[in-house]
């Protein structure tokens, strides 16, 4: 079922045949919905499992949903997924909450989870995949020809950056000079004359470094898992130091580095026709199983030592 707000717009996926054992919130990568392949797959692969998942689109992403102010999403803007938690957990309160993120989706959902540490006793667990944590180092990557990061850069904002600006010029053009947008070739073009002055902030500088998942990953204390690839073209190689830090540093963080994958990729099977379920799709909502089962030994631990204190009391 697909539901909109005046600020978020998301998808809930029930599983067929079965009651959900929690559920996913599913935030995607930059200027991405429900409708991206990845998204998909992932949430079949919930729904297998019997997870319920709620996926948020993108402020502005939806072709089919116009905008009712002068806002689209921000790298590291957390409202949106915020209003998202607020609304699940209305309506589902019994129902426990897992997060995940994809790309620039998993920097919003870590920010999201330790700029409030209230906001994590909601979940039980976290992911998140091919983010870069620290957007600054990431957009001057994002500069070179390494690994081709300039084309993609490139192709980003020519692609899902201005077809979503371009989509909603009417709301937005009386804020930004349509011009600069049409004459951006990177996606820094963008964030100096959208983004910026969309969210109120003097410097690139000021912005990127506000809105990196880095500075707050050492305040999320449920468990976390960290996935990237270490031939991702547009995610630089040196970000990988901050999640291995993290992780051997934290018990309850695991960060997971594969040679292969690209951004996004993970594929099982052949290489012209690979499997319907990526190698991600599977591996993850495993983890999943997994932080459920820890979240319920720990559940009746608490439960037996409380017996026991109560019983010594007598």
């Known amino acids: 079922s697909m ?7 998301y998808d809930t996926y029930d599983p067929p045949f079965s009651r959900a054992l929690a559920t996913v919130i599913v935030v995607p990568g930059i200027a991405n919905t429900s409708e991206k392949l990845y998204v998909k797959t992932f949430v079949r692969s919930c729904l297998s499992s019997s997870y319920r998942v709620v996926v948020l689109n993108h402020l502005g992403a939806l072709k089919d949903a116009p905008l009712t102010s002068p806002r689209i999403f921000g790298y590291g803007y957390t409202g949106d997924l915020a209003t ?30 330790g700029e409030n540490e209230e906001r994590q006793k909601l979940f039980s667990g976290a992911i998140t995949v091919c ?21 993609y850069n490139w192709a980003i904002t020519n692609g899902s950056l ?3 600006i371009n989509r909603h010029g009417k709301i937005l053009y009386g804020l930004f000079d349509q011009r600069a947008v049409s ?23 000021q912005m990127y470094d506000e809105w990196s998942s880095s500075g707050y990953l ?4 449920i468990p976390l898992l960290t996935l990237n690839a270490a031939d991702d073209p547009i995610i630089a190689p040196t970000c990988s130091d901050i999640p291995i830090t993290l992780a051997c540093h934290s018990e ?8 292969c994958g690209g951004h996004l990729g993970f594929y099982n099977g052949g290489i012209i026709i690979p499997d319907g379920l990526s190698w991600m799709d599977t591996a993850l909502v495993e983890w999943y199983n997994a932080v459920l089962q820890l979240s319920k030994t720990e559940e009746s631990d608490d439960s037996d030592q409380w017996f ?3 019983s010594s009391d007598v």
């Open 183 to 205: 004459a951006a070739t990177c996606i820094q073009d963008i964030d100096r004359c959208v983004m910026m002055k969309m969210y109120g902030f003097s410097t690139l500088e």
């Open 84 to 113: 998202l938690v607020d609304i699940t957990h209305t309506r589902y309160p019994r129902s426990r909450l897992l997060l995940i993120g994809f790309s620039m989706g998993g920097n919003v959902a870590a920010k999201f989870l």
């Open 218 to 221: 050492d305040r999320i204390s």
């Open 131 to 151: 983010q870069g944590y620290d957007i600054r180092q990431s957009s001057s990557y994002l500069y070179s020809w390494e690994r081709l990061a300039r084309f």
């Open 162 to 164: 201005k077809s979503t």
């Open 308 to 310: 026991s204190d109560v």
């Open 252 to 259: 309850r963080k695991l960060h997971v580095q594969t040679q």
């Open 3 to 9: 539901v909109s707000t005046q600020s978020t717009g």
